[in-house]
């Protein structure tokens, strides 16, 4: 499984940007899904996961209200839409594919390269 981010860049505070995970493998479509990112110092942290069929969405409390998670099994293909974008949010934000349930994820241990999203004050 090849998962690849992108999508990332220099934002305003309160403005919006629109990731993408595109996966390879066919797979893709029986496996949860999630979002990480990790600030410079900082262990790495869930945003937000999503089950196989899309139906069940988790997010960190965070980021909730603010951001939304979905996927596309027919493009293999998962996006995070941000809005209302803090300074606090800067981070690389990761994809993985791993196994979850409507209140639980595990990850897998494929991840992308990381997208880089930095919001200004």
């Known amino acids: 499984v090849q998962l690849v981010e992108s999508g990332g860049g220099l934002v305003q505070a309160g403005g919006s940007l629109r990731l993408s995970c595109a996966a390879s493998g066919s797979t893709f479509s029986i496996n949860a899904m999630a979002w990480y990112r990790q600030a410079p110092g900082k262990p790495r942290e869930l945003v937000a996961t999503i089950t196989s069929g899309g139906g069940n969405t988790n997010y960190a409390d965070s980021v909730k209200g603010r951001f939304t998670i979905s996927r596309d099994n027919a493009k293999n293909t998962m996006y995070l839409q941000m809005n209302s974008l803090k300074p606090e949010d800067t981070a690389v934000y990761y994809c993985?594919?791993?196994?979850?349930?409507?209140?639980?994820?595990?990850?897998?241990?494929?991840w992308g390269q990381g997208t880089q999203v930095t919001v200004s004050s």
């Open positions: 993985n594919t791993g196994r979850g349930g409507s209140k639980w994820y595990s990850p897998g241990n494929y």
